[in-house]
């Protein structure tokens, strides 16, 4: 789902042979198999092992996965593309393996009012009886970390599922929902995402949810 955003930063930053790339919760690794396709060294880091395990099923050997950041830098670029909502490494590890210069690009939802899957992200924090969680700053995020903004930008990426039970287990998959699922009896998670997802289908049962996602750029100083 998220590929026009991978595409867009790597297009941006100019991602290619010579560059040196580490990805910060990387998950499966497909951020990273697309910069490797356009030449660059990639490196990935990810807490949760079993994505860990996905990854290097799906990565060439020459690529690194590891559930720690991996001490062979420096990086010339460093991605986050979950710094909003999944940050694992904190602000040390945005800096832990860069050098003066280093592009290191945050990313995260939109605006909510331009996110469809906004109601489901709300859902889960109802299903795990827990606050909402307030929108984060990326540009603070990076102030916070020692960095430089530098740009930023917005992508649409549009979440589209061939059918009600794909939607459910593509949302279920994401991580969003492990708390409602601890929290509350999985079954009745899964009708409620069901359940939620009724604006969003379309007359030939396909879901169809609209979104944009920010990134900004900001630069080791």
Known sequence: MLVPLYEAVHERLGVGPGTRLLGLDCGTGLALLMAAARGA???????????????????????TVASGVPEDGPYDVITA?????????????????????????????????????????RLADRLADRRPSPRADLGALAVGAGLRPVGDGRVAC??????EGSAVRGLLSTGVFDAAVRASDPSRVEKEIGEALAPYRRSDGTVWMPNVFRYVIARVP
Do not use: I, K, M, N
């Not at 990639?42 to 799906?58: C, F, I, Q």
């Open 41 to 63: 060294r990639v490196a990935g880091a990810e807490a949760d092992h079993a994505r860990v395990e996905l990854a290097r099923t799906r990565l060439p050997d020459s690529v």
């Open 81 to 121: 593309f979950h710094a909003a909502d999944r940050t694992a490494f904190g602000p040390d590890g945005l800096t832990r393996a860069a050098q003066r210069g280093t592009a290191v690009v945050l990313a995260g939802w939109g605006p909510p009012e331009r996110c469809a899957t906004e109601p489901l992200l």
């Open 158 to 163: 549009p979440f589209g599922y061939a059918d």
